[in-house]
């Protein structure tokens, strides 16, 4: 484990969700100039092979990845600003269960994303 992919996995274990690889790239490269776009993105696979790391493709343009979570992962995504919102709901956790009851299914992974408007998006759209 170099110091880079150290500072790298210290970014996504502080980062409030899901973080871009942009956004790795910048908080890393600004506390070590010498993270490369390079670095970034060979780390990103080998955490991704580890285990350590979930990519998600929340939006066509956007790649995002975050330290791996739950069995049960849920997000709100922005269509206008692109913005991702973790969020939990008891009632995904009873529908797991109501399937594995009805179905005799061993759910081992649940990956639910929305997509709207933020609230500032929403509000900026109302104005206009």
Known sequence: MTTQRRLLLEVFQKAQGPIDAKELYRQASA?????SWATVYRSLNL??????I???RLTKARCSYEIKQSMEHMHLVCQCCGKIIDFENYLVRKLVELVRHEHHFNVTKVDLYLEGYCAKCDGEKEVH
Do not use: Y
């Open 54 to 56: 979930d990519e998600r």
């Open 47 to 52: 955490f991704k092979q580890l285990g350590l």
């Open 31 to 35: 506390r070590d100039q010498s993270v």
